[in-house]
């Protein structure tokens, strides 16, 4: 089992990055790629998640982050892809706060999460994790890249959130003044938390 990967970030997409190590690169599905930067060196802390079908990493910024996510996939019914659609927003109290409240309404609002799976993540979760250490405001930002808005969009709809919602929030996004994909994902997260 791998526990992190230390090299430099080759290839940004909306749905993974590739962190190249010694001469290999690494695909890794992370929630927000454009939080990196091309040619950034890393330590990224990370899961890998293996099938009968699918061999993937999972990676993360922090080892609190991963910690949060093993939890997440402890959940009945919660796989590696519905964790990191969860922890794609970036306040990470709020949603162990959410749960530790029963707040399901909270958890109904991410990708797939519904009534009955947040129930779940209540059940299984409640009072075994807090907030100690996790991120409770947005990340660093970005350099401007090509398209921001649109690349956000795209990380979002491989995050597991519908087109109609995508078109939603992306209306909104537009009348703010926002220059980089990472801060448009950001903002676009906290509006469908809302929603």
Do not use: C
Not at 26 to 48: G, I, R
Not at 92 to 111: E, R, W
Not at 132 to 146: F, I, K, Q, R, T
Not at 149 to 171: H, I, M, Q, R
């Amino acid at each position: 089992m791998y526990e992190y990967l230390k090299g430099i970030i080759t290839v940004i997409t909306p749905a993974y990055v590739v962190v190249e190590v010694g001469g290999i690169g690494y695909q890794v599905n992370v929630a927000n790629p454009y939080h990196f930067k091309q040619d950034e060196q890393v330590t990224m802390y990370v899961y890998q998640a293996v099938s009968e079908t699918d061999l993937s990493l999972f990676g993360f910024d922090r080892p609190e982050d991963k910690d949060l996510f093993l939890n997440l996939l402890r959940v009945k019914g919660i796989g590696p892809k519905s964790g990191l659609a969860i922890l794609a927003n970036d306040d990470h109290s709020g949603l162990i706060n959410a749960i530790n409240n029963d707040d399901v309404n909270y958890l109904k609002k991410f990708p797939k999460i519904g009534p009955k799976a947040a129930q779940q993540i209540i059940l299984d979760l409640k009072g075994k994790i807090s907030t100690d250490g996790v991120n409770e405001s947005p990340m660093g930002s970005v350099a401007p890249l090509e398209g921001p808005l649109e690349e956000a969009s795209d990380a979002l709809l491989a995050l597991g959130y519908s087109a109609k919602e995508v078109t939603k929030v992306k209306k909104q996004l537009k009348q703010m003044d926002i220059d980089t994909t990472d801060q448009y994902i950001s903002e676009a997260l906290k509006l469908l938390m809302k929603g």
